[in-house]
């Protein structure tokens, strides 16, 4: 298909991520109609074996790259017409984030703000400079956030609504914090289309196994400690990753611009319950007598600033969107579960780092 057969040119960034893989593979199935461009530096979260089954699809390309190369970013946006972004490229662990918090200011706030900048010189007509063609689709900068931001709740029944004060606390949180800002910002001063939405935590085949989900099945298939914080009491509303990706589609394709949707499973889990529950699951598929693993649970530290509880009031995209998560978290758990363990040669290839050397192999660089 030639450049101009295209009904829109979609820049996803971080698609060789976990969740990002997720929304590139529904987009380029989803919609042929659409070429979909995938920006991701590939740092040690960015795997190319997360799209073996759509890497030859036609509507799809590959660019590697840093989301703060600005000479680079208007390159691509010129050489491929880019008229969307979805963004999701970002450093996204909160334990690293604590570690060096410098390489999340560079890559969440710097890297977003040069994005949003070469978005705003691509599309908006300086003064006296080029109008935009009318025909061409109206564009959009799709910004995928997270309910850190919104910092933590208490042990009631409140939940983080689109109105919550932003209220971060990791250097994590802090840094999607003001890239949420900073996308505000470039709404309400230049004019920049943008919707931003902000998820609670994701689980789901391809999570890189440092999070706590991934971590632990690989754990307990090779027995060893499962590390769990402080006393295990923080609570986390989980989702699975693809109604994320399809929330991430409805948003993308129906949500108001300037507008924020938050998106969550209505799934709240105290960590150690989690713990207890994937211990029973992963016990029963490896055919562990119930309640082997248990013995593999150590408590240990807390977390710095370990916020206590997030919690999603995802209403306003149930009634505006009519999203709903499709799982149940004992059907995604489950299925999380199987697919880490069917899946050995990726999860040996991830944590030996062999992935790393994939982009090499394919694109001979
Ligand atoms: P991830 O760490 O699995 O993937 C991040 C991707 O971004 C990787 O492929 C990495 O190579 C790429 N990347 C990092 N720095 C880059 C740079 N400078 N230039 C280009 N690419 C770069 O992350 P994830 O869990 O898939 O999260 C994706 C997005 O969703 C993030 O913005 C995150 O804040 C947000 N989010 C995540 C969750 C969750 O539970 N994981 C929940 C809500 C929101
Ligand atoms: P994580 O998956 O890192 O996501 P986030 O910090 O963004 O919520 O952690 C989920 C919860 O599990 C969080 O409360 C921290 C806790 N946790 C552990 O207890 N042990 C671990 O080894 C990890 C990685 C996380």
Known sequence: MSKGAFQRNILITGGAGFIGSHVVRLFVNNYPEYRIINLDKLTYAGNLQNLTDIEDKPNYTFARGDIR?????????????????????????????????????????????????????????????????????????????????????????????????????????????????????????????????????????????????????NNIRNKKPLPVYGKGENVRDWLYVEDHARAIDLVFHRGKVSETYNIGGFNEWKNIDLIKTMIKVADRIL????????????????????????????????????????????EGIEKTIRWYLDNLEWLANVTSGDYLHYYEQMYGE
Not at 289 to 304: C, N, Q
Not at 314 to 325: F, N, R, S, V, Y
Request: hydrophobic share 35%.
């Open 69 to 217: 190369d600005a000479e680079m970013l208007a390159a691509l946006f010129r050489d491929y017409s880019i008229d969307s972004v979805i963004h999701l490229a970002a450093e996204s662990h909160v334990d690293r984030s604590i570690k060096d918090p410098f390489t999340f200011a560079e890559t969440n706030v710097m890297g977003t703000l040069a994005l949003l900048e070469t978005a705003r010189r691509s599309w908006l007509p300086s003064p006296g400079g080029e109008i935009r063609d009318e025909a061409a689709p109206a564009p959009l900068f799709y910004h995928v956030s997270t309910d850190e931001v919104y910092g933590e709740l208490g042990f009631d029944n409140t939940l983080f609504t689109e109105e919550t004060r932003y209220d971060p606390h990791s250097p994590y949180s802090a840094s999607k914090a003001a890239s949420d800002h900073f996308v505000r910002a470039y709404h309400d001063t230049y004019g920049l289309p943008v919707v931003i939405s902000n998820c609670s935590n994701n689980y789901g085949p391809y999570q890189f196994p440092e999070k706590l989900i991934p971590l632990f099945i």
């Open 287 to 330: 055919g562990n007598p119930e309640g082997t693993s248990l013995e593999l649970i150590t408590y240990v530290t807390d977390r710095a600033g370990h916020d206590l509880r997030y919690a999603i009031d995802a209403t306003k995209i149930q009634k505006e969107l009519g999203w709903e998560p499709s799982l149940q978290f004992e």
